[in-house]
């Protein structure tokens, strides 16, 4: 019988129907028509609010997502008629479809990339099955024997050799603990049939009134010796003597609570015991739940799994990593009333190997120890000590309660290290390595670790499943670009799109066979040296026989794609049209829509003609910047022009400015009580008066926020409706109009719009609310109009269309424009913010900074700012960049597109590579500078783009 292969199975291109999609008309989309081919990789393109994610996510999987619902249970289908059905007159051909949306990051404490990914949930079953307990004393192996490892043992004795088989003599103790008379053990003993007892090689017999009390009365520590004899044995190397053994010594482990003895006559005593146990000490059996942190049975008890404990600070009692011990690294001891503790460290130093003339960033681990632990038998205490005496008397003493308050913060536990897992959990190694050792690897050193990893063939073989999904997993994170990160690195300190592509590699983690991928940007914070590996992981997806469709702006994804679905000509009600559908090669030479004419060169975002001069008089200066792989440099951010950072990602851009940046300034004016980066210095933070950090996070945390109450436009919206004649005549006022507070609007759904209906076992289900059709307000409210219309029908408009509505209203119209300046004209009014994209958040924020009249002298930082832009947006971004610059105000970019380097009147290239790799400078300069570059790979990429004949700006 022939095998069937794993490909056989998957339905040949030609075999499977088309996804065909018919008179689509959710939001924008015009009644369009789709035919998308399986097994082929499918981008939406068009410029932003085109319809892309319309047809992507709200029809496509909306409709997938459905049908797999309608197979579920008859309660769960109940509510299938109040779930939003996508407005759609023919589905044909469709499939299981699976979403990697643009999630916000989750803030829990707890929450790592091991832990996201799942790889931390297959370590755990790992360390669990073949993990070997090593003693925290001797660093021995701790073994459990079985009564097989007995018989074996007896097999090595030479032939004919005399020894005992037995347990230790019984020691038992009643409720309140009280050692139970060893008469009534021995009539114990004797009930169960067990008649005699060795001492030393002397046989006793309990039926002789003489041996009974020789052992009555023995000393305690001569009857520690006794063993309760199960068998006596003379050697014989076959089978059956080692089948007797093992029955010994399985009884005897019955007898005892776990514990063998064989003692040869005249010769030595082995030991066994078929519990972890070494040298009187017990531990815990590995098991999955041992090293969970998020388990009571797993987590430290000091930190309760957080890794982190409120205590002393390291980095405010060594803030300059730099200095050396005797150049005063440790703060704390400057003082003329402690110094005496710096010189007890000084002279201990030599002898404990502690180098005081190096800095102690160079300083090892195990001398760092020293340092804070202190040096024993040297009359050094250590840092910790140190302060645990300040602390007894702090409590009465207000200059001592001062003085700790310096150097508090969040600390890393002292118990646990930061592994967060208690000592049973830190003592199983695999291949030498604890699972916290594990997860403090970067994702290259992992995935060579798992590859070359040194286990036996036994080990091998039960672990086998386990590793396979380890390795395969730790694969993907590299395929997408994400080598660099740790796996205890915390989610919360991730970009959106590091996150996203952590998501990414979750769902190729266990990939199915002829699904529907729907990605939604998958190349945010990707530099363009890594896109190369993405588009390779992508065309793997579909290889295996999958549908992948994305919805992207990025150049080569796009060029790289089977068929490209374009989406305009605008955007909102002047969009939601095909306007090319065919291969990326027909686009070029034939495509008239906006992105045809980018990608054939027709339209370019212009260089600047002449740029800004970045004159280092006035700067903010950064020296000696180390956290995280930051190589201890220092960088100048020259004021009033547009600085853009750049970096392979991974190489510390983040790290410079939001971590050093940002937080050094907010501090600096005391706004922030954070932990800033480590760093020496930050100077010139007097040139500006204010920081703002223009980032992907949600413009508000309630469904109720939207654009207009975010820009303050609503109130000026609610103003004009109660100034209405049906309004004046109600006696409305316009807190009347809010939906935020009782009065005008829908109780049944508190002004929501939408009410959350409780699954059970399933996720909660957001269904529009009955009472009100989702309008929010009740229906005596709708009657008052203004111009018309209703105010549930004004906060249904776009910007683009309410720019028309309030023309003549001067305040409102002139935020609405900014709206539009900056490429969220499609957007309505009354959209919640929970359902905008990181790009559209972060575009948001900036058209309310640019509508403020008074933002000048400001630092603006951005993130990315191109996340979800089209070629078109970009053009209107830069404008609102230069509409900033010529306010007196500093940009600061963190940026991979070559577009808004292109821009920069300053660049700061950050690499060379990921993580330890990075976290220097390779170069600065303007764009042009840095294309020069031959080992910036930044540089490399902006080649093309300068030598492109694009047509310079003035």
Same mark, same amino acid.
């Given at each position: 019988?022939?095998?069937?292969?794993?490909?056989?199975?998957?339905?040949?291109?030609?075999?499977?129907?088309?996804?065909?999609?018919?008179?689509?008309?959710?939001?924008?989309?015009?009644?369009?028509?789709?035919?998308?081919?399986?097994?082929?990789?499918?981008?939406?393109?068009?410029?932003?609010?085109?319809?892309?994610?319309?047809?992507?996510?709200?029809?496509?999987?909306?409709?997938?997502?459905?049908?797999?619902?309608?197979?579920?249970?008859?309660?769960?289908?109940?509510?299938?008629?109040?779930?939003?059905?996508?407005?759609?007159?023919?589905?044909?051909?469709?499939?299981?479809?699976?979403?990697?949306?643009?999630?916000?990051?989750?803030?829990?404490?707890?929450?790592?990339?091991?832990?996201?990914?799942?790889?931390?949930?297959?370590?755990?079953?790992?360390?669990?099955?073949?993990?070997?307990?090593?003693?925290?004393?001797?660093?021995?192996?701790?073994?459990?024997?079985?009564?097989?490892?007995?018989?074996?043992?007896?097999?090595?004795?030479?032939?004919?050799?005399?020894?005992?088989?037995?347990?230790?003599?019984?020691?038992?103790?009643?409720?309140?603990?009280?050692?139970?008379?060893?008469?009534?053990?021995?009539?114990?003993?004797?009930?169960?049939?067990?008649?005699?007892?060795?001492?030393?090689?002397?046989?006793?017999?309990?039926?002789?009134?003489?041996?009974?009390?020789?052992?009555?009365?023995?000393?305690?520590?001569?009857?520690?010796?006794?063993?309760?004899?199960?068998?006596?044995?003379?050697?014989?190397?076959?089978?059956?003597?080692?089948?007797?053994?093992?029955?010994?010594?399985?009884?005897?482990?019955?007898?005892?609570?776990?514990?063998?003895?064989?003692?040869?006559?005249?010769?030595?005593?082995?030991?066994?015991?078929?519990?972890?146990?070494?040298?009187?000490?017990?531990?815990?059996?590995?098991?999955?739940?041992?090293?969970?942190?998020?388990?009571?049975?797993?987590?430290?008890?000091?930190?309760?799994?957080?890794?982190?404990?409120?205590?002393?600070?390291?980095?405010?009692?060594?803030?300059?990593?730099?200095?050396?011990?005797?150049?005063?690294?440790?703060?704390?001891?400057?003082?003329?009333?402690?110094?005496?503790?710096?010189?007890?460290?000084?002279?201990?130093?030599?002898?404990?190997?502690?180098?005081?003339?190096?800095?102690?960033?160079?300083?090892?681990?195990?001398?760092?120890?020293?340092?804070?632990?202190?040096?024993?038998?040297?009359?050094?205490?250590?840092?910790?000590?140190?302060?645990?005496?300040?602390?007894?008397?702090?409590?009465?003493?207000?200059?001592?309660?001062?003085?700790?308050?310096?150097?508090?913060?969040?600390?890393?536990?002292?118990?646990?290290?930061?592994?967060?897992?208690?000592?049973?959990?830190?003592?199983?190694?695999?291949?030498?390595?604890?699972?916290?050792?594990?997860?403090?690897?970067?994702?290259?050193?992992?995935?060579?670790?798992?590859?070359?990893?040194?286990?036996?063939?036994?080990?091998?073989?039960?672990?086998?499943?386990?590793?396979?999904?380890?390795?395969?997993?730790?694969?993907?994170?590299?395929?997408?670009?994400?080598?660099?990160?740790?796996?205890?690195?915390?989610?919360?300190?991730?970009?959106?799109?590091?996150?996203?592509?952590?998501?990414?590699?979750?769902?190729?983690?266990?990939?199915?066979?002829?699904?529907?991928?729907?990605?939604?940007?998958?190349?945010?914070?990707?530099?363009?040296?890594?896109?190369?590996?993405?588009?390779?992981?992508?065309?793997?997806?579909?290889?295996?026989?999958?549908?992948?469709?994305?919805?992207?702006?990025?150049?080569?994804?796009?060029?790289?794609?089977?068929?490209?679905?374009?989406?305009?000509?605008?955007?909102?009600?002047?969009?939601?049209?095909?306007?090319?559908?065919?291969?990326?090669?027909?686009?070029?030479?034939?495509?008239?829509?906006?992105?045809?004419?980018?990608?054939?060169?027709?339209?370019?975002?212009?260089?600047?003609?002449?740029?800004?001069?970045?004159?280092?008089?006035?700067?903010?200066?950064?020296?000696?910047?180390?956290?995280?792989?930051?190589?201890?440099?220092?960088?100048?951010?020259?004021?009033?022009?547009?600085?853009?950072?750049?970096?392979?990602?991974?190489?510390?851009?983040?790290?410079?400015?939001?971590?050093?940046?940002?937080?050094?300034?907010?501090?600096?004016?005391?706004?922030?009580?954070?932990?800033?980066?480590?760093?020496?210095?930050?100077?010139?933070?007097?040139?500006?008066?204010?920081?703002?950090?223009?980032?992907?996070?949600?413009?508000?945390?309630?469904?109720?926020?939207?654009?207009?109450?975010?820009?303050?436009?609503?109130?000026?919206?609610?103003?004009?409706?109660?100034?209405?004649?049906?309004?004046?005549?109600?006696?409305?006022?316009?807190?009347?109009?809010?939906?935020?507070?009782?009065?005008?609007?829908?109780?049944?759904?508190?002004?929501?719009?939408?009410?959350?209906?409780?699954?059970?076992?399933?996720?909660?289900?957001?269904?529009?609310? $009955? %009472?009100?059709?989702? *309008?929010?307000?009740?229906? /005596?409210? =709708?009657?008052?109009?203004?111009?018309? +219309?209703?105010?549930? @029908?004004?906060?249904?408009?776009?910007?683009?269309?309410?720019?028309?509505?309030?023309?003549?209203?001067?305040?409102?119209?002139?935020?609405?424009?900014?709206?539009?300046?900056?490429?969220?004209?499609?957007?309505?009014?009354?959209?919640?913010?929970?359902?905008?994209?990181?790009?559209?958040?972060?575009?948001?924020?900036?058209?309310?900074?640019?509508?403020?009249?008074?933002?000048?002298?400001?630092?603006?930082?951005?993130?990315?700012?191109?996340?979800?832009?089209?070629? $078109? %947006?970009?053009?209107? *971004?830069?404008?609102?960049? /230069?509409? =900033?610059?010529?306010?007196?105000?500093? +940009?600061?970019?963190? @940026?991979?597109?070559?577009?808004?380097?292109?821009?920069?009147?300053?660049?700061?290239?950050?690499?060379?590579?990921?993580?330890?790799?990075?976290?220097?400078?390779?170069?600065?300069?303007?764009?042009?500078?840095?294309?020069?570059?031959?080992?910036?790979?930044?540089?490399?990429?902006?080649?093309?783009?300068?030598?492109?004949?694009?047509?310079?700006?003035?």
């Amino acid at each position: 019988m022939t095998k069937k292969r794993l490909t056989d199975s998957v339905p040949s291109e030609s075999s499977l129907p088309d996804i065909l999609l018919k008179g689509i008309t959710t939001h924008n989309l015009q009644n369009i028509t789709v035919r998308i081919p399986r097994n082929r990789f499918v981008v939406f393109t068009g410029v932003s609010g085109s319809g892309k994610s319309s047809l992507a996510f709200d029809t496509l999987y909306a409709e997938g997502h459905r049908r797999y619902v309608e197979s579920l249970s008859a309660y769960v289908r109940q509510f299938l008629e109040r779930m939003p059905r996508p407005e759609i007159e023919v589905v044909e051909g469709i499939a299981p479809a699976i979403a990697i949306e643009q999630k916000p990051i989750p803030k829990n404490p707890r929450s790592t990339v091991g832990t996201v990914s799942e790889i931390y949930d297959y370590l755990r079953l790992l360390y669990a099955r073949i993990g070997k307990i090593y003693s925290a004393d001797t660093n021995e192996l701790v073994l459990k024997h079985t009564p097989d490892d007995v018989g074996m043992q007896a097999g090595f004795f030479e032939e004919g050799t005399k020894f005992y088989a037995g347990f230790p003599f019984p020691s038992h103790h009643d409720s309140s603990r009280h050692a139970c008379p060893v008469r009534d053990e021995m009539t114990n003993l004797k009930k169960k049939g067990f008649f005699r007892l060795v001492f030393g090689d002397t046989l006793l017999d309990l039926n002789d009134p003489a041996s009974w009390e020789k052992v009555a009365a023995m000393r305690e520590a001569d009857r520690a010796t006794l063993l309760v004899l199960v068998d006596r044995f003379v050697t014989r190397h076959d089978e059956k003597f080692s089948s007797r053994v093992a029955q010994a010594a399985e009884s005897c482990f019955a007898e005892s609570g776990g514990y063998a003895v064989l003692r040869v006559v005249g010769g030595k005593t082995y030991r066994f015991s078929d519990r972890l146990e070494l040298n009187g000490v017990e531990y815990q059996e590995p098991s999955p739940q041992l090293f969970a942190f998020n388990s009571p049975i797993g987590a430290c008890s000091s930190c309760q799994g957080f890794g982190r404990i409120a205590g002393i600070d390291e980095d405010a009692v060594i803030p300059d990593k730099s200095l050396t011990l005797e150049d005063g690294a440790i703060v704390c001891w400057n003082s003329e009333k402690y110094r005496w503790n710096l010189e007890e460290l000084l002279a201990a130093a030599p002898k404990a190997g502690i180098a005081v003339d190096v800095p102690y960033a160079k300083l090892s681990q195990a001398s760092r120890d020293r340092i804070w632990k202190g040096i024993p038998d040297s009359g050094f205490k250590g840092i910790w000590p140190f302060f645990a005496e300040i602390e007894k008397d702090a409590g009465y003493k207000m200059h001592l309660r001062v003085f700790l308050s310096r150097y508090r913060g969040y600390a890393t536990c002292h118990d646990c290290e930061g592994s967060r897992l208690n000592p049973d959990a830190r003592m199983v190694r695999v291949s030498g390595k604890s699972i916290s050792d594990v997860a403090r690897m970067n994702i290259d050193d992992a995935h060579a670790f798992f590859q070359n990893l040194d286990i036996s063939p036994f080990d091998r073989k039960v672990a086998d499943a386990v590793l396979q999904e380890i390795r395969k997993r730790l694969g993907y994170l590299l395929d997408v670009g994400l080598n660099y990160l740790t796996l205890d690195r915390l989610t919360h300190t991730l970009s959106g799109g590091e996150f996203q592509r952590i998501n990414l590699s979750t769902s190729l983690g266990s990939p199915l066979v002829g699904a529907i991928y729907i990605l939604d940007e998958p190349s945010i914070g990707l530099h363009q040296s890594d896109s190369a590996r993405l588009i390779t992981l992508l065309c793997k997806l579909r290889d295996l026989g999958n549908t992948v469709v994305v919805v992207e702006h990025d150049r080569e994804i796009i060029e790289a794609a089977d068929e490209v679905v374009d989406l305009g000509p605008r955007a909102g009600r002047l969009g939601g049209e095909v306007v090319f559908h065919g291969s990326v090669e027909a686009m070029k030479e034939s495509g008239s829509s906006l992105t045809a004419e980018y990608l054939q060169g027709k339209r370019s975002i212009p260089i600047p003609e002449k740029r800004r001069e970045a004159g280092f008089s006035s700067c903010i200066a950064i020296e000696g910047a180390m956290q995280n792989n930051l190589k201890n440099i220092d960088v100048r951010f020259p004021i009033g022009v547009l600085t853009c950072v750049t970096g392979v990602s991974g190489s510390g851009k983040s790290t410079l400015v939001n971590d050093i940046l940002k937080k050094g300034l907010l501090r600096e004016k005391d706004i922030l009580k954070e932990k800033v980066g480590t760093h020496r210095s930050i100077t010139g933070g007097w040139l500006i008066d204010r920081v703002e950090h223009v980032d992907q996070s949600p413009i508000g945390r309630s469904s109720r926020s939207n654009p207009v109450t975010y820009l303050k436009i609503f109130d000026d919206i609610r103003a004009l409706f109660a100034a209405t004649p049906d309004a004046k005549a109600r006696g409305w006022k316009a807190g009347y109009f809010s939906f935020n507070i009782p009065g005008g609007r829908c109780e049944a759904c508190a002004g929501e719009g939408s009410v959350r209906i409780e699954m059970q076992f399933l996720a909660d289900i957001e269904a529009v609310c $009955e %009472d009100c059709g989702g *309008l929010r307000y009740k229906p /005596e409210t =709708l009657e008052v109009k203004y111009k018309g +219309l209703s105010i549930a @029908e004004v906060l249904d408009l776009t910007v683009l269309e309410a720019i028309d509505v309030f023309r003549t209203e001067k305040a409102i119209s002139r935020k609405l424009a900014v709206l539009d300046e900056v490429g969220l004209g499609y957007i309505r009014l009354g959209q919640s913010s929970s359902t905008l994209s990181g790009g559209e958040a972060q575009r948001l924020k900036l058209a309310s900074f640019i509508a403020r009249a008074d933002v000048e002298h400001t630092l603006f930082i951005f993130d990315e700012p191109t996340t979800g832009l089209h070629f $078109e %947006d970009i053009l209107k *971004l830069t404008r609102c960049f /230069e509409k =900033l610059l010529q306010q007196q105000n500093t +940009l600061v970019v963190i @940026e991979h597109n070559p577009d808004i380097i292109l821009q920069a009147d300053w660049v700061i290239d950050l690499g060379p590579g990921a993580g330890d790799r990075g976290g220097s400078i390779v170069g600065e300069g303007t764009p042009e500078e840095i294309a020069g570059m031959d080992h910036s790979l930044t540089g490399v990429h902006l080649r093309p783009f300068i030598g492109s004949g694009r047509t310079k700006k003035e």
